[in-house]
């Protein structure tokens, strides 16, 4: 091993990811470092403050950052406001964090003024949310314009709960994610928490049958029938994560092992032979170097996903609101 790598290497173990400055899909680091320079420093103190009110406002940040790129690319669409935004859409029900990139975009419309795009404010706010949850940090490249189409009707496109493997896999590879990929960035439900809504019918009456998904460790199903009750409130929040759910760790992917995943989709993961040697990968250990390579692989897998159908140049613009074209 040579000493580079060596270093490197001993950073890993040591918890400190190392992503060098790159340029993808025609962005790049440092963007801003002479157009706007504290450009990332006021997205990131935004998010501090806003985190700091709300822990849970990091896990709503992420999920906002993966439907924006999911539909028309990463180009803060799912930012604008509409009857028929790709913000309506039912996928999208419930997505918060919105005043967060409101509050630092406002800020850098102060200092900067039509320079920092509202997408590339939405994927640095992603990356502080993650840091922010005892995560991993990283270089994002920025250099994203800002969409000028938001369509309900695109929104298809998203991956739902219900999802077998077979569909995730063909909906994250239409976007160039493979399935190293997929169950990467699924590993981001270690942190937030979903309705009783979305997964009760696994509870109760999966596939029609009037028994629950066999899936599901029975002790476990007894929990979430106790917090989940038939018939009851179906909008009462539950962790994706039982065991740290504002802890960005591995512990996502022991859950799934162990049949305690929360939603299908997650669950599903283990089914499946190739997404399963993934997920055993990085259940290995919380503590352990398997651990760490998921906080090592998680950066790259974000990168990649914030990469999907940019716009830079001239296509685009940089709005001066979020919420509405220029």
């Not at 000493?3 to 918890?15: S, T």
């Not at 849970?56 to 992420?62: F, K, M, Q, R, W």
């Not at 967060?100 to 949310?129: F, M």
Request: hydrophobic share 35%; proline share 4%; aromatic share 8%.
């Amino acid at each position: 091993m040579g000493a580079a790598h060596l270093i490197n290497f001993r950073l890993l173990v040591w918890g400190i990811v190392i992503i060098p400055a790159l340029s993808q899909g025609g962005l790049k680091t440092g963007f801003y470092s002479s157009s706007c320079p504290k450009a990332e420093s006021i997205v990131r103190s935004t998010v501090e403050a806003h985190f700091n009110k709300d822990p849970t406002v990091t896990a709503g940040l992420l999920r906002l950052h993966f439907h924006d790129c999911f539909v028309q690319g990463c180009d803060g669409s799912i930012l604008i406001a509409g009857a028929s935004a790709e913000k309506t859409a039912r996928p999208n029900a419930g997505l918060r964090g919105f005043e967060v990139i409101d509050d630092a975009k406002s800020q850098l419309e102060g200092l900067c003024p039509g320079v920092v795009s509202c997408a590339d404010i939405l994927a640095l706010a992603a990356r502080d949310a993650v840091d922010l949850s005892g995560g991993p940090s990283w270089g994002v490249p920025t250099g994203r314009r800002d969409g000028r189409i938001s369509s309900s009707a695109e929104a298809s496109s998203l991956p739902t709960p219900l999802d077998p493997v077979p569909t995730q896999r063909q909906k994250f590879a239409s976007k160039g994610l493979d399935d190293h990929d997929l169950v990467t960035l699924v590993g981001a439900h270690t942190i937030g928490q979903t309705d009783c809504l979305f997964f009760q019918y696994r509870l109760y009456n999966f596939t029609s049958t009037g028994n629950s998904d066999p899936s599901i460790n029975q002790a476990f199903l007894a929990q979430l029938q106790s917090t989940c009750p038939k018939n009851g409130d179906g909008s009462k929040r539950v962790a994706l994560d039982k065991d740290s759910q504002f802890k960005f760790d591995v512990s996502f992917f022991k859950n799934v092992r162990d049949g305690n995943g929360i939603l299908e989709s997650d669950q599903r993961l283990w089914g499946d032979s190739s997404t399963r040697r993934i997920v055993e990968n990085y259940a290995g250990s919380i503590r352990g170097l398997l651990g760490l390579r998921f906080d090592f692989e998680f950066p790259k897998a974000m990168i990649k996903m914030s990469s999907i159908e940019v716009k830079t140049g001239t296509r685009g613009e940089i709005r001066k609101i979020c919420s509405k074209l220029n």
